[in-house]
């Protein structure tokens, strides 16, 4: 059965910090990995997603991610965050027709 | 062009009664699926509908069912509401299901449901 996993529930970054989110799959095939970001009171925004070849992918708003297969890991980057970055992420894997996602990775942006 | 519109954005209903909620697709998309959102479970998988027919199906009671309609446009009926239905639930659409690359699953605000 797919699972993911976000070790990290609560993460507090200072602003223009790098911040590094982590995320373990359990998959049977490649999988298809994705990030989103929710804002409060919003819904799912996609931040980026890999599906196959360059295993470094940058998305929107400046972060990027690589999938480790031997890790079973698709972590996500961002050199400098902005007070603006402060909301809740989530890692999904997308199997045909549905996506589970993690528990989600609050982040806290500091001054 | 417009997102995914999800209505009503806030419903309050008492156990034992039924809802509805509705979610307009991003145009030319034909799929559309249905999430949960809870601090407790996190965002669980519903159904997915394609071309009006279901898909796939997530591991919920049969008091949750859903349709989708020519247009794309997608019901979600729960019945029988209980205390543990209030959540927020998540629309998304896509073009086929969002797992090409070419294609992306877009989320709408969601339903804010509370269960008195």
């Known amino acids: 059965a797919q699972s993911v996993t976000q070790p990290d529930i609560h993460i507090t970054v200072s602003e223009g910090a790098s911040l590094e989110l982590r995320c373990n799959y359990s998959?049977?095939?490649?999988?298809?990995l994705f990030w989103y970001v929710q804002s409060p009171g919003q819904g799912l925004q996609l931040l980026l997603k890999y599906f196959s070849g360059d295993t470094l992918v940058q998305g929107i708003k400046g972060f990027e991610a690589e999938f480790k297969r031997s890790q079973s890991s698709f972590n996500l980057r961002k050199p400098s965050v902005h007070w603006s970055d402060a909301a809740e992420y989530f890692c999904?894997?997308?199997?045909?027709?549905?996506?589970?996602f993690g528990a989600g990775t609050q982040v806290v942006v500091t001054p | 062009k417009a997102g995914v519109t999800q209505t009503p954005r806030y419903l309050i209903k008492t156990r034992g009664q039924q809802v509805t909620l509705s979610c307009s697709p991003i145009?030319?998309?034909?799929?559309v699926s249905w999430y949960q959102q809870t601090p407790g479970q996190g965002l669980q998988f519903l159904f997915e509908y394609f071309s009006e027919t279901q898909r796939n199906k997530g591991n919920f009671p049969g008091r949750f069912s859903g349709r989708q309609f020519s247009n794309s446009r997608s019901e979600m009926n729960v019945s029988t509401l209980e205390l543990g239905d209030s959540a927020l639930y998540l629309c998304?659409?896509?073009?086929?299901?969002?797992?090409?690359?070419?294609?992306?699953?877009?989320f709408g605000p969601g339903t804010r449901l509370t269960v008195l």
């Open positions: 998304a659409s896509s073009l086929a299901g969002g797992l090409v690359s070419t294609d992306t699953q877009y």
């Open positions: 999904a894997v997308g199997s045909w027709g549905k996506f589970q």
């Open positions: 145009s030319g998309h034909r799929s």
């Open positions: 998959y049977g095939a490649t999988p298809y």
